[in-house]
């Protein structure tokens, strides 16, 4: 197989986990090897909640509304590695897919999620289609570069306008809030109003 016929049909592959973040998860990443030596899979809580997104996307009564889970949980479980899934899955399977990371520290940010959502990318099978840096990630084609992206962006309750206008028709758009509970009221009501405008 020649190098664009491997990339032809990697890119089918992927293209079938358009609606199925759980499934792209299976397929993506190298799980029972190396830094993933030991797991199957994802844990089944992380399963359960890509599942549920898939279930949404699935839906005709649902796809077309905003799908919104939260997750409450202790420490050191595994959200922000389901996080990583999410953003890979998500970037993987729609062209130009946009998304905002933020979180209730630029320090939970900077050392916690940011790290594995990058280490979530360089494990997978489609790492080489990405440009992974400190504050976003994009598609490394030059023509999507600014649309195709995931910001990782600190918010501001002195500026919550900086979430305003969050605008990608007919497109994706995926906006994780980490730490979620700590992020003022104001930041959430400016990203629904951004959600209502669409």
């Given at each position: ?8 049909a990697l890119a089918e592959d992927v293209a079938q986990y358009v ?81 905002i990371l933020t979180a209730n520290t630029d320090g939970q940010l ?40 995931c910001d990782r962006i600190t918010w501001s309750e002195k500026n ?39």
């Open positions: 197989m020649t190098p664009a016929e491997f990339e032809r609606y199925d973040p759980l499934g792209f998860t299976y397929y993506a990443f190298p799980w029972d090897s190396g830094e993933l030596a030991g797991s199957a899979g994802p844990r089944k809580w992380q399963g359960a909640v890509l599942e549920t997104i898939g279930n949404h996307l699935q839906s005709i009564e649902t796809i077309y509304q905003p799908c919104q889970v939260a997750v409450s949980s202790g420490k050191g479980v595994g959200k922000s590695a389901l996080v990583g899934m999410v953003i890979d899955w998500g970037m993987s399977t729609c062209v130009d897919c946009k998304v900077r050392t916690k999620t940011w790290p594995e959502v990058s280490k979530w990318f360089n494990l997978s099978i489609n790492k080489h289609w990405f440009s992974v840096e400190a504050e976003s990630i994009t598609i490394r084609n030059p023509a999507h570069k600014r649309l195709w992206r919550p306008e900086a979430f305003a206008g969050l605008h990608n028709e007919g497109k994706r758009i995926i906006i994780i809030f980490d730490e979620a509970s700590s992020i003022p009221d104001v930041i959430h009501e400016v990203v629904e109003r951004s959600e209502e405008r669409r």
